[in-house]
């Protein structure tokens, strides 16, 4: 298993570099993402900073990964696709990519350049994640997996799938992307002229429900905001690991949580147990979850979002009760196409609320008055009052022969 | 005549396809109980799938439903049975945003396959790449500029449709997980519950004091006044935004929009004395504030809607029409209370409103009411010109509004 983590400057490239040298981590064990501002989502390098860590990691040789993880509209990517082509790509051990996009053109641009492919939106079955294997062949590098995955699927895909995978274990769990300024115009007018080419970073809080503290980030991509608690599943890395897990990434871009590199490597290497660094929960600017790890019921509630006996259930369907007038008579539109409403009828009405009730249809009228014998689609005829039926009540046919 | 490209209207439910089809859609959008973004909205049944697909097909118009959630593996499971459903009753496309599901559909169908913006797709190399794995349309993401959509479609050959009016996600679509961490419902599966559009309090910890917005709420789409641009770029597919709206809204985009294309067809400009009428009802729908969006220049502080929803519609939905019985009565649906005297405004399925008042309101079992009940049925005297499925609305007094 690999330990993947970001070096924003050649600070932190130096930093990992002595970790290797003291051999806390083998150089084998180690990969580290790489980025500038253009390509990557929160990257704060310049393209000379990200030249100047690759010069510097002539002398380190550590295993960098080229970052290129914002989404962008045409105009943008093909700058973003030129600035790429200009950049020693032989240099990274291989490159990360969201975008489909960038995906087809590394693909077909740089056919020798392996690729981590970012599946972290969605890509929630096999099926997929075997097509994306399938469909990039030995360019792949490794697939990177959703955090919405439970350690049930995750154990799945891993023991199912050829490629490699890999999952976030720490950092923060990013909620909401959108290429849109949000942060700025709320700013005070006189600092806003003056903050143009900054970051903004702020905290959210929900007035309508009960979170507090969203971390959110305004750069040059967009506004960016993430979940209240950070991901951690430094509990789990041996479990990852028997799982067959081919890499973790401890994301510590945030909150200074750099100075929690050498921690997580010794956890990481068996140095230390994860009760012996419970000063990183303690220190953590907010709570920890180990969100969908253990499990994922985010559709469950789904079923209470409707209610099913309003909806027409099966083929003897008839139509709907429309309305109700007390103690004298029930509208009921035919919807059925393919039935027909007939004197002497045996009708079965469910209401909404999922009572029964059968009704001998002997007299109904049009909504004239007129008596009929025979009712059809769209129609809207009258029946005699029922207590207990109201309108939305669907109306079935009882065929005869099952009477 | 000149070319335009499909309408592509919603239909939330068996009765909204059948207004959105009678009111001028080309092409209309659905889903079934699973598979779909709407968790809540009314969704179709097999039999009303049948049926929306009889009556579309039968008044010329197309019937895409969509699969697009995020799939997980046990949803999968399920989606054969269904796909053969919809190759059986021969649905005109389906759209999708997992290869996954892609996958699915075409080892069980050969169900033509649209990419949903839940993809978003936003570049020429994002287009091939979706080409390649067998879509044949693009449902472009809001984000990309008709100057975009007009390159991406000339160097793939793919059919392009964009999103032409409605709500907008202010995040990329299918790039948004709030609701799955705060409220334990997938967003990309159908159960968002729209957080953008809570009031966040804004913590900038510059001594600035916190400051309460609803910073992620993004003002609606309405590109009325840029369908020449559409037309030029030869974008195939005008999509409206809303399942889950009213029949009403339904009803008015469907026709606006459908009466604008037809006016271009018959004449090659927008030259209209009607835009202004155009214009003028959609605003009388239920909308936060407009903006075209990203479709001309990329989105930008202006779209930015920054206020509590709120319904100040200066028209209300009095109902819709269940029945007419010439030279007798026409019996309403009712959603919203009207009174006898009232003046009621009937939408025609083309053309301008009818005026009318309603000079007496009785119930189906023929007693006279001084006021009608939403959720009930009631009688009122026959109008010349009414139709089944018409929408009848009422203007506020301005003390109503």
């Known amino acids: 298993m690999k330990f993947v983590t970001y070096a924003e400057n050649t600070t932190q490239l130096e930093e990992l570099s002595i970790l290797v040298e003291t051999k806390r981590i083998a150089v084998s064990e180690l990969e580290v993402i790489v980025g500038t501002t253009a390509i990557s989502r929160f990257s704060e390098n310049t393209v000379a900073g990200l030249e100047e860590m690759i010069a510097l990691n002539q002398k380190f040789k550590l295993p960098l990964v080229l970052e290129w993880d914002v989404l962008q509209q045409e105009s943008l990517f093909q700058k973003n696709a030129e600035l790429v082509s200009r950049l020693p790509l032989h240099e990274f051990k291989a490159i990360r990519l969201q975008d489909p996009g960038a995906l087809n053109l590394v693909k077909e641009k740089f056919p020798w350049l392996k690729i981590q492919l970012i599946l972290e939106n969605g890509n929630h079955n096999y099926t997929g994640l075997t097509r994306w294997s399938d469909f990039l062949g030995l360019q792949l590098d490794r697939l990177v997996l959703s955090n919405e995955l439970s350690r049930e699927h995750l154990s799945k895909y891993a023991a199912e799938l050829k490629t490699d995978l890999e999952v976030l274990v720490f950092g923060r769990i990013l909620l909401f992307y959108s290429p849109r300024m949000l942060l700025s115009p709320i700013r005070k007018v006189e600092v806003q002229k003056n903050i143009q080419d900054l970051n903004i970073e702020a905290y959210g809080t929900s007035e309508e429900s009960p979170h507090a503290g969203f971390p959110l980030i305004e750069n040059r991509h967009g506004t960016f905001m993430f979940n209240v608690k950070d991901l951690y599943l430094l509990d789990h890395l041996e479990e990852l690991r028997s799982l067959n897990i081919g890499a973790v990434r401890f994301d510590l871009r945030f909150d200074d949580s750099f100075g929690h590199l050498e921690n997580c490597i010794d956890l990481f290497e068996k140095r230390i147990k994860p009760e012996d660094i419970l000063e990183i929960k303690a220190e953590h600017p907010r709570p920890v979850i180990k969100g969908f790890y253990n499990i994922n019921k985010t559709d469950v509630l789904f079923t209470k979002l409707k209610n099913k006996r309003i909806q027409r259930q099966d083929d003897n369907y008839i139509g709907e009760i429309v309305d109700v007038e007390r103690d004298q008579q029930m509208a009921l539109l035919i919807k059925s196409k393919h039935l027909s409403l007939k004197s002497g009828d045996q009708l079965q009405l469910v209401t909404p609320e999922g009572k029964t009730k059968t009704l001998g249809l002997n007299i109904f009228s049009d909504t004239s008055g007129v008596g009929k014998e025979c009712a059809t689609t769209n129609e809207v005829v009258l029946l005699p009052f029922m207590s207990g039926v109201v309108a939305k009540t669907q109306v079935y046919l009882i065929h005869k022969d099952l009477q | 005549m000149n070319w335009t490209p499909e309408l592509l209207s919603p239909a939330g439910s068996l009765e ?163 609701s799955n961490y705060t409220q334990g419902r997938d967003s990309n599966r159908g159960g968002c519950a729209h957080s953008c559009r809570f009031e966040y309090s804004i913590d900038m910890q510059n001594n600035e004091e916190a400051k309460k917005a609803y910073f992620m709420s993004s003002k609606d789409l309405e590109g009325i006044r840029m369908l020449t641009e559409f037309i030029e770029a030869g974008i195939n597919s005008l999509k409206v935004e809303g399942r889950n709206k009213s029949h009403y809204y339904a009803a008015t985009v469907s026709k606006v929009y459908s009466e604008a294309l037809a006016y271009f067809k018959a004449h090659g400009n927008f030259l209209s004395d009607d835009l202004i009428r155009w214009e003028e009802e959609l605003r009388k729908i239920s909308h936060r504030d407009y903006t075209t969006g990203s479709l001309d220049e990329y989105a930008d502080e202006s779209s930015i809607y920054n206020q509590r929803e709120s319904d100040d519609n200066k028209y209300v939905v009095t109902g819709v029409i269940l029945e007419v019985k010439e030279n007798e009565h026409i019996l309403l649906e009712v959603r919203s209370a009207f009174v006898p005297g009232d003046s009621l405004e009937i939408m025609p399925f083309s053309g301008p409103t009818l005026t009318h008042i309603a000079s007496t309101i009785k119930t189906i079992a023929n007693i006279s009411v001084p006021k009608s009940k939403p959720g009930s049925v009631v009688k009122v005297p026959y109008i010349a010109g009414a139709e089944r499925f018409n929408i009848i609305r009422r203007k506020l007094a301005e003390a109503q509004i």
């Open chain 2, 16 to 178: 909204k396809l059948k207004v959105a089809v009678l009111y001028g859609a080309d092409a209309v959008y659905l889903g079934g109980q699973k598979f779909g973004l709407r968790q809540a909205s009314d969704n179709f049944t097999a039999q009303e799938l049948r049926e929306g697909v009889e009556f579309a097909h039968e008044h010329g118009s197309l019937v895409y439903v969509v699969l697009n959630s995020f799939l997980h593996d046990k949803d999968l499971e399920e989606l054969p049975e269904f796909l053969a459903l919809l190759s059986e009753l021969k649905v005109d496309a389906v759209i999708v945003s997992d290869l996954g599901v892609i996958t699915e559909i075409q080892k069980h169908s050969n169900l033509v396959i649209h990419l949903s913006t839940q993809a978003s797709c936003l570049n020429v190399e994002s287009a091939k790449l979706w080409k390649k794995m067998g879509v044949t349309r693009i449902v472009l993401g809001r984000e990309v500029t008709i100057k975009e959509a007009k390159k991406i479609k000339e160097e793939t050959g793919l059919e392009i449709e964009m999103f032409v009016h409605g709500s907008m996600c202010m995040a990329f679509s299918g790039n948004c997980v709030i």
